[in-house]
């Protein structure tokens, strides 16, 4: 597996060279970049130029893209809602999908392989309803993203409309098989379990989201410093799938210029 670091680490920080450097000697392949803006402002076309050039005369990887969130550039504190793609609010389904669509439009000059996107909020419930609008969204955004090389990926959240089991059906149903899904460990700790997640994904795991937590708050600890057993999981992943990259999304709060580079490497090493 890929060793990938979301640069949702740095996300209290505009996203420049210099942390992309910063990753890059931590031990990262490449980075899942944070569509947050002013983290990420994929609306200026400057920063957008800026990372392309940089990524054409570095090794590191651009291997994916974490679809925004909240529309705006306070990270949700603002009190804006956050992007739906399945709400049952026709405006809000088509703002999110065109907040989405910019974003990804950043693929134009920075070739990210992947695209991960979160179905929903996290009091959706599973429902013929939201069965559909899936549905739609989904076929809408790969036939979006696939010219332009780029991959579309669901992530399990702790909402019912996104437990494993129901994106399974919502893949399934639609016969989306070129969606992969994107396994966030951290959120399937914290309602069906890891070992449930992973048996319910199986082969269609392509990449992992990787961080820590008790079982209750979606903390974003390091690896090994919440209650998840990494030992067991990691064996379970290998022997279900082969997924391309394990990714480090640790929370934007533990960063620590003195010490985030010793972390990072350290978590990788843990989590092989």
């Not at 920080?13 to 002013?38: D, K, Q």
């Not at 019912?160 to 992969?180: F, V």
Request: glycine share 6%; charged share 20%.
């Amino acid at each position: 597996m890929l060793k990938i670091l979301s640069t949702h680490l740095f996300q209290l920080h505009r996203l420049h060279p210099g942390l992309l450097e910063f990753a890059h000697r931590s031990g990262a392949e490449g980075v899942e970049i944070y569509a947050a803006r002013p983290h990420f402002d994929y609306t200026r076309r400057e920063d957008i130029l800026e990372l392309a050039s940089w990524f054409r005369s570095n090794p590191l990887v651009p291997f994916s893209m974490h679809a925004p969130i909240f529309p705006e550039g306070a990270l949700g504190r603002s009190g804006a809602m956050a992007l739906n793609l399945v709400s049952s609010d026709k405006s809000q389904r088509i703002e999110a999908m065109d907040e989405i669509k910019r974003a990804l439009e950043a693929a134009e000059h920075i070739p990210m392989r992947n695209l991960v996107v979160h179905l929903g909020d996290k009091w959706d419930n599973f429902s013929p309803q939201t069965l559909e609008f899936s549905l739609t969204a989904l076929e809408h955004l790969g036939a979006f993203a696939r010219p332009l090389g780029v991959r579309v990926l669901v992530e399990n959240l702790t909402s019912d409309h996104t437990a494993p089991q129901n994106l399974m059906t919502i893949l399934e149903t639609g016969h989306l098989d070129s969606i992969g899904v994107c396994l966030d460990l951290g959120h399937a700790h914290m309602t069906v379990g890891v070992q449930e997640a992973i048996a319910a994904f199986g082969k269609r795991i392509t990449t992992v989201h990787a961080h820590d937590n008790h079982g209750v708050k979606d903390e974003h600890l390091w690896p090994g410093d919440g209650a998840i057993d990494w030992p067991q999981t990691m064996a379970q992943i290998k022997a279900a799938a082969e997924p391309e990259a394990i990714i480090l999304e640790i929370d934007r709060n533990l960063y620590d210029p003195a010490t985030a580079q010793e972390k990072v490497g350290e978590a990788f090493e843990f989590v092989a």
